[in-house]
Every structure is written in structure tokens, then in C-alpha cells.
């Protein structure tokens, strides 16, 4: 009897729920339903080795990648996003505006003495030619660093003997390794590698990864990888949340440009809400 009441309450409530939804939607301008988030997903261009996985570097300057960025810019100018966000720190924003200013001014690659990270970095290479092109003012920065304790959960591992999970981890990083640096060997596109990280067996692999195998690792009185799946969900909510907190009513379209296990992260995050659809690259590419 008692199951059957908690069980009418619960539903009472999601109804509810779906409810007030509907009216906060008709009684707040800044809320509304049919909102696209174009998902680009891409391995980092400057490769600073920061990632668990260690891949070869891609040549973003040859000509053939800046020819093949000049064509995905214009397709996603096509595709009229109002607001871009970016990885980059969120509590450096201005740091970003003050950088995205000298591009749009057209002069940002005069600078011989940029380094690496300045010179090939996505943001530069990619976020701003889309912004510029569409005439964007403001690029929004959402990364927020937490704890990634990937040391302390490998070390729990050994100390335990999990080694069937130990496998699974290492042959997990090894396979994704080994298909990026094929893929740069026999020489695909920039187009071709960004739609590779993007698929959906990349993304089920990265939030399988994340999400799970991390959760096993230790004794029953361990918890650095519930800790560390605890500190990969906080970074990428925060990410979604401030999306959503620079979002108007207006931004029918934005774009999100981040690493590919973050999308993989913020696809979970855009089907759970209602009111928020994903777009991906290759579907506006395609167009």
C-alpha cells in the first residue's frame, strides 16, 4: 500500500514538474522550447600532450587544413549561430575578448613570436574565423578546471590486483591512440578526423570510460575514481551551465566548440532537457 502511494506521489510530481515547466516557458521571455546546440567536438590542433590519451599532432597550418577550415567557418556561417562558446577558462574572459578584439582587427597572426597554443589552438584557428565571418562580437569561455585524479585511481588499481579492470583502462586508451595516429598516417582530412571524434562510438566510449570503468576501481573503502567521475560530471555541468546562463531568447542557433569527450558530456546533458536539441557538424556540413 505504502509503494503504491510513494508511487502516485512520484508520478504526481514529474506531471507537476512538466507542468510548471510549460507555464515558467510562457511566462518567461528567456525561456523557449526549439533551441539548437551545434556540437563541434575536436581534438586539441596544438596538442600540448595535457590528455590521458598521447596522440600524434595534426598539421593545422599546411594548406590543405586551412583551406578545409576556410570551407567548415563558412558552413557554420551558414548555419547562423548568435553566440559561440569555447574551452577556455571562464574566470579569463577577458583575457579571450582581448585576444578575439586583435583578430577581428585582422592583425592577430602578424605576431611572429606567438607560440604554439596561440598560433594552433582551435579557438584561433576555428572559433574565431567562425565569429568574424558572422560578425560576432563576444565569444563566450565555459571551461572550468576541477581535480582529475587519473594517477590515484591507476594507483588504487595496482594496490587492489584489479587487473582484468587495469586491462581494460590501458587496451581502452591504447585502441583510441592507436585509431587517431592511423588516421593522421594515412593522411584523412581535418573534416574526416573532426567527424571521427565526434561519432558516437568515440563519445559512448569516452562517457563509458569516464562514467563507469572509473567507478570500479579500488577496494569497497577506495573512492579516488568515484572522485574523479564526480569531478569530470562538475566541470562539464558547470561547462552547461554557463551555455545556458548566457543564452537568450534570441539564440535560436549557438555553436560549442570543445575537446570531444566534453560534447560527449553535453549530449547527455541536451537530451535530457526539452527544450535544447544537439546539431552536429557533419549534418550542417552536409546541407
Not at 569516452?206 to 567507478?215: Q, V
Not at 535560436?252 to 560527449?264: D, F, N, Q, T, Y
Request: hydrophobic letters at 35%; aromatic letters at 12%.
Amino acid at each position: 500500500m505504502k509503494n503504491c502511494i510513494w508511487t502516485f506521489l512520484l508520478s504526481f510530481a514529474i506531471l507537476s514538474c512538466n507542468s510548471n515547466q510549460k507555464k515558467a516557458q510562457k511566462e518567461n521571455p528567456e525561456i523557449s522550447a526549439g533551441k539548437e546546440v551545434l556540437l563541434v567536438g575536436t581534438f586539441h590542433y596544438n596538442n600540448p600532450g595535457a590528455d590521458v590519451a598521447k596522440t600524434k599532432s595534426f598539421d593545422i597550418l599546411n594548406e590543405d587544413s586551412q583551406t578545409e577550415l576556410k570551407r567548415i567557418s563558412k558552413k557554420i556561417t551558414d548555419y547562423n549561430p548568435t553566440k559561440i562558446f569555447v574551452e577556455w577558462p571562464y574566470d579569463e574572459q577577458k583575457e579571450l575578448d582581448s585576444l578575439y578584439q586583435v583578430y577581428a582587427k585582422g592583425n592577430y597572426f602578424d605576431n611572429d613570436s606567438l607560440s604554439d597554443f596561440y598560433l594552433k589552438n582551435e579557438i584561433f584557428q576555428l572559433a574565431f574565423r567562425v565569429a568574424k565571418r558572422n560578425n560576432i562580437k563576444k565569444i563566450y569561455a565555459i571551461d572550468y578546471s576541477t581535480s582529475f585524479p587519473f594517477e590515484d585511481v591507476m594507483k588504487e588499481i595496482e594496490q587492489n590486483n584489479q587487473t582484468e579492470l587495469k586491462k581494460k583502462i590501458e587496451n581502452g586508451i591504447s585502441k583510441f591512440t592507436v585509431d587517431f595516429d592511423n588516421k593522421i598516417e594515412s593522411g584523412v582530412s581535418l573534416t574526416e578526423l573532426t567527424y571521427f571524434v565526434n561519432s558516437q562510438e568515440m563519445r559512448k566510449f569516452s562517457n563509458y570510460f569516464h562514467n563507469n570503468l572509473m567507478l570500479l576501481a579500488g577496494s569497497t573503502k577506495d573512492f579516488s575514481g568515484p572522485l574523479l567521475t564526480s569531478e569530470w560530471f562538475k566541470r562539464n555541468l558547470f561547462m552547461w551551465s554557463l551555455i545556458q546562463k548566457n543564452v537568450t531568447k534570441s539564440d535560436e542557433r549557438i555553436m560549442v566548440l570543445a575537446g570531444s569527450s566534453h560534447v560527449a558530456m553535453l549530449e547527455l546533458f541536451i537530451k535530457e532537457n526539452d527544450t535544447w536539441q544537439a546539431k552536429e557538424l557533419q549534418q550542417v556540413m552536409e546541407k
